[in-house]
């Protein structure tokens, strides 16, 4: 660490403030998480809010990648049938993810984040075609970078995209963003003694069909690459930094 970082980290230190521990993450979020109050769309609040929390990450010393889901708009594979084919039903859940990607780096932008929306489906007049090299030099310069379009596939989820970018871009943690605290033994909106998990191997989220916050084949993925995932709610208040800090938030998912 040279000197003008030490100064950085004491000043930071001394005012109190959490110390980002991991160098490189990547959230994803759901669309059914920013539709918020709505029934569809982005609920604004939400995005607000969500902009701030990652200020603080990007503050503390972390650089940030982002995939946003597009279920508030179009939910892919429900749509395939009565003539529209499973390819096209999947380009079009790409389509409502880069929407919303599109929205958020407006909004983290409003809030001061210095932000870039990549596509990986090509989509030149309204992102930045998605590349290593160009993400890479974002993230060096300080950028939150929000990647739209999932892995630019059919078949492919926003969650299996988010592991596999994260992957490339060499991310030490994925935060998957849920309306809930973590994992639990059990579903917790129906179950009242639902237990909630600090701590589960791979291997049993994976064959366990109870645990349904996580795609099987990005959890699967993730347990192949040895990419640790940690399920959290990133509506209660400095949840988000507290993980960046190495702080225990939600559900750690790992191969201990």
Do not use: W
């Not at 990648?65 to 597009?70: L, P, R, T, Y």
Request: glycine share 8%.
């Amino acid at each position: 660490m040279d000197v003008q970082a030490k100064v950085l980290l004491a000043d930071v230190e001394a005012a109190g403030m959490l110390v980002a521990m991991y160098k490189r993450v990547l959230m994803k979020i759901s669309g059914e998480q920013l539709a918020g109050k709505h029934d569809s769309g982005i609920d604004p609040e939400i995005a607000v809010y969500l902009a701030q929390e990652c200020k603080k990450v990007v503050d503390a010393g972390c650089q940030l990648v982002i995939i946003a889901g597009g279920g508030n708009m179009v939910r892919g594979a429900e749509k395939a049938g009565n003539g529209i084919k499973r390819v096209t039903a999947d380009q079009m859940g790409m389509l409502a993810g880069l929407m919303n990607a599109m929205a958020l780096t407006d909004i983290f932008e409003d809030n001061n984040i210095r932000t870039r929306c990549m596509s990986n489906v090509f989509a030149a007049q309204v992102a930045e075609s998605y590349s290593y090299r160009l993400a890479e030099k974002h993230l060096r310069r300080g950028r939150v970078v929000i990647v739209a379009g999932g892995m630019g596939r059919p078949y492919f989820t926003h969650d299996t995209a988010a592991v596999n970018i994260a992957l490339e871009l060499d991310c030490q943690l994925v935060l998957k963003s849920t309306k809930v605290d973590g994992v639990y033994d059990k579903d917790p909106n129906k179950f009242d003694d639902a237990v909630l998990l600090s701590e589960v191997n791979f291997q049993f989220a994976v064959e366990n069909p109870q645990i349904k916050v996580m795609d099987k084949a990005a959890l699967g993925l993730a347990m192949e690459q040895n990419m640790p995932v940690v399920v959290f709610n990133p509506m209660k208040p400095d949840n988000l930094l507290k993980i960046a800090s190495q702080e225990k938030v939600g559900t750690m998912i790992s191969n201990k």
